[in-house]
């Protein structure tokens, strides 16, 4: 990725749908729900199933995991500059589900400078 800051959620799908750790995927299956609100408002689910991953613009009936954050914060993960287990501490991010796909899914997605 180059030095350009993501700013919209198109964007942000591609890189998420093409960065990830093909070996840590494997780890976990599950659905999850974010919840993106602001100026860039949407619900993107992310499903990996058996190491596949799918990642797009909708709503999910049944996710094993929902997150809730505002698009700055969002932005700030696929940039690299915090994570979400930051943004959750910092009270920034709602979470509600399976923590350990959770924190699979963000091994899974670690940012690669």
Same mark, same amino acid.
């Given at each position: 990725?180059?030095? %350009? ?5 198109? +964007? +942000? $799908?591609? $890189?998420?749908? @093409?960065?990830?750790?093909? @070996?840590?995927?494997?780890?976990? %299956? *599950?659905?999850? #729900?974010?919840?993106? =609100? *602001? ?7 992310? $499903? ?5 991953? *799918? ?12 997150? #809730? ?10 940039? *690299? %500059?915090? =994570?979400? =287990? #930051? ?12 923590? %350990? ?11 690669? #400078?």
């Amino acid at each position: 990725m180059n030095n %350009e800051k993501v700013k919209d959620v198109d +964007a +942000a $799908i591609r $890189i998420m749908s @093409e960065a990830y750790d093909k @070996e840590s995927i494997k780890s976990w %299956e *599950g659905v999850i #729900q974010l919840i993106i =609100t *602001g100026q860039e408002e949407c619900r993107i689910s992310i $499903i990996n199933k058996s190491g596949n991953i *799918g990642i797009k613009k909708t709503k999910n009936k049944n996710p094993d995991v929902i997150i #809730q954050m505002e698009d700055k914060d969002f932005f700030s993960i696929v940039n *690299g %500059e915090k =994570t979400g =287990t #930051q943004l959750f501490y910092e009270k920034k991010a709602d979470v509600d589900g399976n923590f %350990e796909i959770l924190f699979k899914f963000e091994q899974a997605f670690a940012h690669k #400078q």
